[in-house]
């Protein structure tokens, strides 16, 4: 008899849920549902604020919560979210994993601590107890990539040793970065998130990109996350609904990261300032199902699971 894990229940929930769904956003793209690893929450009115989004963001500054992307992404198949932390304040790293005991749509945080520093390695050992804690991001907030700096690696193996993720948010010119930091820690999971910053205007992608991405692919442990696809365009509230707009930059990153590497994420509720919801997760899954309901299951599901070791 199969072990009913959170995650077994929360997939076979959403494989439930999902039966009668017709049009192509709504049809699951893998049996167990898709999980998405990009999403973020805050909430402005809490007594302390929020660091980010500032107040004069008129579509991000407001409470952003866990029930209002469910709402959207339930119906869609989407059976659950991996948190990416908004905040660099550390202990609201401990905000977000109190949602996520609360609720079991939150499979996991990638969270925001400052490898390098001198309290990382306690503050690792905090949050890691928590099993929701599944990584860190670097690239934002005060947190640049140092590959070549004895403290970061030395942080960053701690990181791998648990078998957590790094993140790493940035554009184009991080991508060297990455390459050196995945040849110095050949055990550590590493995921490029967004595209590593590609401008997309529907032709071939940039030269320089493509070289730097197919130096970081050839590390077996970096991955791409396929998310921020219509915040790429820069069209605000008018990125390009058809898949075959974005399928250049699609069709160069799964030739470079194959089909065991690449992982879905909306960048939810940043990408509501090019495209709703529907849109963003209906253009990877019309490129996706071309490929056959073996590699879908991968993007959509299982990748996640491994990459970030969701339980």
């Known amino acids: 008899m199969q072990k009913l894990t959170r995650r077994n229940f929360l997939f076979a929930a959403g494989v439930a849920a999902l039966a009668g769904c017709k049009s192509t956003s709504e049809s699951p793209a893998s049996p167990g549902g898709t999980i998405d690893t990009h999403a973020h929450f805050y909430d402005p009115l809490r007594p302390q604020g929020v660091p980010w989004p500032p107040k004069n963001d008129a579509v991000l500054y407001r409470q952003v919560l866990p029930n209002e992307i469910e709402k959207i992404a339930r119906p869609l198949g989407v059976v659950g979210a991996v948190v990416v932390e908004a905040s660099p304040w550390v202990e609201d790293n401990e905000w977000v994993l109190g949602l996520a005991e609360k609720d079991p749509f939150l499979l996991g945080l990638v969270g925001h601590l400052k490898p390098g520093r001198p309290d990382f390695a306690n503050d690792l050992n905090r949050f890691t107890s928590r099993k929701s804690f599944r990584g860190i991001r670097t690239g934002g907030w005060d947190i640049p990539l140092a590959p070549e700096n004895t403290d970061f690696l030395r942080d960053l193996r701690l990181l791998s040793n648990r078998q957590l993720a790094l993140d790493v948010v940035g554009g184009p010119d991080q991508l060297p970065k990455v390459a ?112 056959g309901p073996a590699i879908s299951e991968k993007y959509f599901r299982r990748n996640a699971i491994r990459v970030y070791g969701l339980q």
């Open 180 to 291: 050196r930091l995945a040849a110095a820690l050949p055990e550590l999971r590493i995921v490029i998130d967004h595209c590593a910053g590609v401008h997309i205007d529907g032709t071939r992608p940039d030269a320089q990109w493509s070289a730097d991405i197919r130096e970081a692919a050839r590390h077996r442990n970096v991955h791409m996350k396929v998310s921020g696809l219509p915040e790429a365009t820069g069209l605000e509230f008018k990125a390009p609904k058809d898949v075959e707009f974005y399928r250049p930059v699609l069709n160069f990153l799964f030739e470079s990261f194959g089909e065991d590497r690449v992982i879905y994420g909306s960048n939810w509720p940043v990408s509501t300032r090019f495209a709703d919801y529907a849109t963003v997760l209906t253009i990877v899954r019309q490129y996706f199902e071309t490929k």
